[in-house]
């Protein structure tokens, strides 16, 4: 048997993320570029701060976008991943984030959400750009957790953001790979289990 590659895992998706990213025709229309192979053990996804605006329990739900919600839309597809590239099916993703004016809700669950990998260890997340706020450039919060091992959490930014050079916590590595319709993004996360 063949061994699996990020490569392989993404091309055996991609007509299942393909579907997700045109799902709906107000959102992302274009596909993504293919994503780099995936060596042997890569380089798991970077940790960073939760920051002040985690709240647990949010509700599960794939869709943060709400009807008349402002702000551009996005739609973020990808894999969670091991370091030796298999599928992480069933990881637990919870996502928050400030809306188009940066504040975040903290009495409810305005984008807020958690979902979960399916078999092949995909997910979807539709939402909004985030905006820019004092000392902050564009992000989104995530915690991953595959079943029973240690959560990560980390954020994710987007490419060509003036304020990426002014933010201390921003990383190259933790960049979407944005689509040409600049609705729609992928993101690949890679735990460390052992």
């Known amino acids: 048997m063949s061994r699996l590659t990020r490569r392989t895992i993404l091309t055996t998706g991609a007509f299942a ?16 570029a293919a994503t780099p192979e995936c060596h042997d053990h890569p380089a798991a996804t970077v940790r960073q701060t939760e920051g002040p ?32 590239c298999k599928a992480v099916p069933g990881a637990l993703l919870d996502f928050w984030q400030a809306d188009n004016a940066g504040t975040y809700d903290n009495s409810g669950f305005r984008l807020r959400g958690h979902q979960f990998a399916d078999t092949e260890g995909r997910f979807r997340l539709r939402t909004i750009v985030p905006a820019v706020y004092d000392g902050r450039t564009r992000h989104i919060h995530v915690k991953v957790q595959a079943p029973n091992k240690p959560i990560l959490t980390t954020q994710l930014y987007f490419p060509n953001e003036p304020q990426n050079a002014n933010d201390f916590l921003f990383r190259p590595d933790l960049l979407i790979a944005i689509g040409d319709a600049q609705s729609a993004g992928r993101f690949d996360f890679v735990l460390k289990l052992g």
């Open 17 to 32: 993320a393909g579907t997700l990213l045109t799902r709906d025709p107000t959102f992302a229309q274009t596909p993504l």
């Open 53 to 84: 605006f985690f709240k647990p329990s949010s509700p599960e739900q794939t869709d943060l976008f709400e009807p008349g919600m402002a702000g551009q839309p996005l739609e973020l597809v990808g894999f969670v991943l091991t370091r030796g």
